[in-house]
């Protein structure tokens, strides 16, 4: 091949390469997603069988070393999960509705409920994971645990006794802040102190409340966000969760009332914001300190169903990957 050639063939690549034919990008696209979303679907065929290869020792049989070798050569399967998918699915042997649940969604969305669900609540527990995410589910799972553990618990305070969650803070001050508390604390308790200290934040906060927003529009006004967020210096409102907030959820859905309320205003993490949309928050007009998990979702609002319906799109659906409303 002459040098002249080599370089018109290297133009053409550069300049095909330049101008993208998109629908020839489309089609790459198309033809990956979809050759991939197979290869997942055969591979979860393959994690379903791994128990029976196993337990007759076809591997063996078919003479490889191992499990592990005879589900990498076949399979691509690497080692770590060939044990993930081993342990799931004596996890689920006995239930039914969480195989069919691996076979749709894959193995990694029963590690969260593997060791809490029971053939009883299969179904329940089946339902939950074929809806939400892992993250929400993990965030629901833990919850449920705790509900599970301190039943009957009926109120928030209750709870957080049961938690012992002062003992978790963890208070490493300089020594000249320490001797100033120390001073400051006195004779009475520290509980008292640190009561003072929320009281007054909680006063200072207050005197400069925004007064509601509405027939707004879908930004919420910098002025209220800023003050929903002191509340909780950013931090996800839901009792027990310390990650940092990622949205501002409306207590009472924003399609609805067209209203940015301070006080129905919450900062949550995406895990536990999704569970306010799966409706799986009891007393969701309340406070967040009187928040629990549900079992099940209140299904008799329809107005409200159908804007969580509609948030969930934003997820799941076409939406995807586009800017979400206010909601
Ligand atoms: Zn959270």
């Known amino acids: 091949m002459t040098n002249s050639t080599q370089n018109a063939q290297k133009n053409q690549a550069q300049s095909s390469a330049k101008i993208p034919d998109q629908s020839f990008e489309k089609n790459l696209h198309t033809r990956f997603t979809f050759y991939g979303k197979n290869s997942l679907k055969w ?38 999960s060939v044990n993930v998918a081993l342990w799931a699915m004596r996890k689920v042997e006995d239930k039914p509705e969480l195989k069919r649940v691996i076979e749709e969604k894959g193995i990694e969305i029963i590690r969260p409920i593997a060791n809490i669900a029971t053939s009883e609540t299969a179904k329940f527990w089946a339902e939950k994971a074929m809806e939400m995410s892992k993250s929400t589910l993990t965030a629901y799972a833990k919850e449920y645990k705790k509900s599970e553990l301190n039943s009957p618990c009926a109120d928030s305070k209750n709870y957080y006794e049961n938690q012992n969650l002062f003992s978790d803070l963890d208070l490493q001050v300089k ?7 120390q001073k400051l604390k006195g004779q ?46 950013s931090t996800c409102a ?9 949205y501002l959820h409306h207590a009472w859905r924003f399609a609805l009332t067209k209203t940015h309320d301070p006080d129905s205003l919450i900062p949550l993490c995406k895990p536990h914001e999704r569970l306010a949309h799966a ?44 800017e979400r409303p206010s909601s």
């Open 188 to 233: 009475g308790s520290w509980d008292d102190l640190m009561e003072k200290f929320i009281d007054l934040y909680e006063q200072k906060l207050e005197e400069n409340k925004p007064i509601p927003q509405e027939n707004a529009k879908k930004y919420v006004p910098a002025k209220i966000e800023k003050y929903v967020l002191a509340k909780t210096n």
């Open 43 to 80: 591979k979860r065929k393959c994690i379903l069988l791994l128990p029976e290869i196993a337990k007759y020792r076809i591997w063996e049989k078919k003479r490889f070393n191992s499990i592990y070798e005879y589900a990498a050569k076949l399979a691509g399967m690497s080692h770590a």
């Open 175 to 181: 020594p000249e802040i320490a001797e100033k508390l």
């Open 279 to 322: 409706g799986l928050i009891e007393n969701e007009n309340l406070p967040p300190e009187n928040w629990k998990v549900k079992l099940e979702a209140d299904k008799t609002n329809e107005k409200w169903l159908k804007v969580d319906k509609w948030v969930a799109g934003y997820y799941t659906g076409n939406k995807a990957g586009q």
């Open 238 to 246: 839901f009792p027990g969760c310390t990650k940092k907030y990622k």
